[in-house]
């Protein structure tokens, strides 16, 4: 056969869920979160990665508490690296 017949690929499942967060200088508006999810094929391949920036799907309250966290492991970085 000249031509190779080709699978469809259909989307199945989710892969792996990357989040990373940023903060450059201690600033809340400063901020970033960003994130990528991986849509898997039928065959566990991955057919695209979805890129974003996260906070637009949080709350209010979710976006606080990553303010809140990132101080915090700021604080402790700060304390645990710093002379």
Request: no cysteine; charged share 15%.
């Given at each position: ?8 690929k ?19 508006a400063?901020?970033i979160?960003?994130?990528?999810v991986?849509v ?5 391949d ?13 709350s ?10 990132l101080?915090a492991?700021?604080t402790?970085?700060?304390g645990?690296?710093?002379p």
């Open positions: 056969m000249a031509f190779e017949q080709q699978e469809s259909t989307p199945t499942s989710i892969g792996a869920i990357f989040v990373a967060l940023t903060d450059y200088d201690g600033v809340p400063n901020h979160a960003t994130f990528n991986e898997l094929d039928q065959n566990g991955t057919l695209r990665t979805l890129t974003g920036q996260l906070q637009q799907h949080l209010g309250t979710q976006q606080q508490r990553i303010v809140d966290f101080a492991l700021r402790q970085a700060e645990e690296i710093l």
